[in-house]
């Protein structure tokens, strides 16, 4: 569960994108998404820059100096920096992956998506993808963003997770289902 500091810097990005007086106009928002998680990601990766954006001790003045260089260098988009500088200024960058996780999700919510967790026994093609995405969004009436893992255990097919629903189309989930039937007879 999100802290309620993070669901408001998220839904202060979101808002800023998409909200009823966007100021902002932003060709892809899943582009300030994935810069915000890649940026949380380097601070993971990197002792140095997470000690730096993380110490109260060390200046703003130096954070947002390293941030306009690597900003430069990932090359990102000017909302995402000035959001970060924002974050930086308030000293919450140890909450960025909360706020990348809570910008997603309020974003998905603002647009209608919904996100399908996929686990196959083997890895999809893009057309297979392709056409589980458009038979879920029938099945759900959303815009599906999907996230895949494999699972050999289901012998084949997949599984899909909505939500709390479940989808299960794999042969170890036929098989349960007939062991269960011959064994209810």
């Keep these: 569960m999100p802290s309620a500091v993070s669901l408001r810097y998220a839904r202060a990005l979101v808002d800023t994108i998409a909200g009823p007086g966007a100021t902002v106009a932003v060709r892809d928002p899943e582009t300030v998404t994935a810069q915000l998680e890649a940026f949380h990601s380097l601070l993971q990766e990197n002792a140095e820059l997470r000690v730096l954006f993380s110490t109260p001790a060390i200046a703003a003045v130096k954070k947002r100096a390293v941030l306009g260089e690597l900003a430069a260098r990932l090359e990102l988009e000017p909302?995402?920096?000035?959001?970060?500088?924002?974050?930086?200024?308030?000293?919450?960058?140890?909450?960025?992956?909360?706020?990348?996780?809570?910008?997603?999700?309020?974003?998905?919510?603002?647009?209608?998506?919904?996100?399908?967790?996929?686990?196959?026994?083997?890895?999809?093609?893009?057309?297979?993808k392709e056409e589980l995405a458009r038979a879920l969004?029938?099945?759900?009436?959303?815009?599906?963003?999907?996230?895949?893992?494999?699972?050999?255990?289901?012998?084949?097919?997949?599984?899909?997770?909505?939500?709390?629903?479940?989808?299960?189309?794999?042969?170890?989930?036929?098989?349960?289902?007939?062991?269960?039937?011959?064994?209810?007879?």
């Design 79 to 128: 909302l995402t920096k000035n959001f970060l500088n924002v974050v930086i200024h308030h000293d919450r960058m140890n909450l960025l992956g909360e706020i990348a996780a809570s910008f997603r999700m309020l974003l998905d919510e603002r647009f209608g998506v919904t996100v399908a967790e996929v686990t196959a026994a083997r890895t999809l093609e893009e057309g297979e």
């Design 137 to 185: 969004s029938a099945r759900t009436g959303k815009q599906v963003r999907m996230t895949f893992s494999l699972d050999p255990t289901l012998i084949g097919g997949l599984l899909a997770r909505i939500g709390s629903t479940i989808y299960d189309g794999s042969v170890r989930g036929q098989l349960e289902r007939l062991r269960a039937g011959l064994v209810a007879e």
